[in-house]
């Protein structure tokens, strides 16, 4: 392994680059669910609301902005030995599919006991998909499914999920 050197100026420019986009950052749909969501089957969907039409919240300040879907505060009881899909917008009935176009990736439970893990995804190249959610007038809503077994003391969860425009 190989260690860069780092000076502390340096340090300090990504500390400030990293607030400037978390200040940077305006909410476009979350979810609503209360308190953890507990991911014990195989598939979970999570459906997000906007204050405003969604429509409207996606035209809204997207000039060089990028879209992030964060999916915030990952805990485990215990360890999970399983990976979790993510998909954006997935139609009712069909089967997910990592080739499918509405796959944004994988998350894990790694270290997630210590509690507050998060997982982000940029979802910029699927500004069309989303766009054509909203001409239908549907909330987009994500599903995630979980690949392999999971104990039942392990009971991992979620809390809110994001969809985010940041930076620009």
Do not use: W
Request: net charge neutral.
């Amino acid at each position: 392994m190989q260690f860069l050197p780092c000076t502390l100026p340096a340090l300090f420019a990504v500390a400030a680059m990293t607030m400037a986009v978390a200040a940077d950052r305006v909410t476009i749909a979350e979810s609503r669910h209360d308190g953890m969501l507990t991911l014990d089957g195989t598939t979970t969907t999570v459906v997000l609301e906007t204050r405003a039409s969604f429509a409207d919240a996606l035209q809204a300040d997207r000039a060089a902005r990028q879209l992030y879907l964060v999916i915030e505060n990952l805990r485990a009881q215990d360890g999970v030995d399983a990976t979790f899909e993510v998909y954006l917008g997935l139609p009712p009935g069909v089967t997910p599919r990592r080739d499918d176009a509405h796959y944004v990736g994988d998350f894990n439970f790694f270290d997630a006991e210590a509690g507050g893990r998060a997982a982000s995804f940029n979802i910029s190249s699927r500004v069309a998909a989303l766009r054509a959610l909203a001409a239908r007038r549907e909330a987009p809503a994500v599903t995630i499914v979980r690949n392999g077994r999971v104990s039942p003391q392990a009971r991992p969860g979620i809390g809110k999920v994001t969809l985010v425009a940041a930076g620009g």
